[in-house]
Nanobody
Framework: QMQLVEVGGGLVQPEGSLRLTCTAS????????IGWFRQAPGKEREGLSC????????WYAEPVRGRAIISRDKARNTVYLEMNGLKPEDTAVYYC????????????????????WGQGTQVTVSS
């Protein structure tokens, strides 16, 4: 069974930081582009960042550019999203997803191009 699981969410104070972890079972993440997305209450799902197969390219959406780092640990079959300078507007459910659509050269966070999704982890930024 192919499954992605996100952990690392929780309550964070404004200007704080966190690291979200995406682990996989049943698929080797290094064979996929991995994206991070979020969905806030009443809003559409938003793509944040992606990492190509073989880590040859990384892309960040404007809302998190300069505040986020996506990385991969091949040995652990895990992808991380570290974020700092968190703001209340970062409050959302955060999802990781895997895509076989993209080449090794580039990726984007078009959610319809991602086949496998985790269940999400809640991040709440509040004092």
């Amino acid at each position: 069974q192919m499954q992605l699981v996100e952990v690392g969410g929780g309550l964070v104070q404004p200007e704080g930081s966190l690291r979200l972890t995406c682990t996989a079972s049943g698929l080797v993440l290094d064979n996929y582009a991995i994206g991070w997305f979020r969905q806030a209450p009443g809003k559409e799902r938003e793509g944040l960042s992606c990492l190509t197969k073989k880590d040859s390219d990384i892309w960040y959406a404007e809302p998190v550019r300069g505040r986020a780092i996506i990385s991969r640990d091949k040995a652990r079959n895990t992808v991380y999203l570290e974020m700092n300078g968190l703001k209340p507007e970062d409050t959302a459910v955060y999802y990781c997803a895997a895509s076989s659509h993209y080449s090794n050269r580039w990726c984007r966070v078009r959610d319809f191009e991602y086949e496998y999704w985790g269940q999400g982890t809640q991040v709440t930024v509040s004092s």
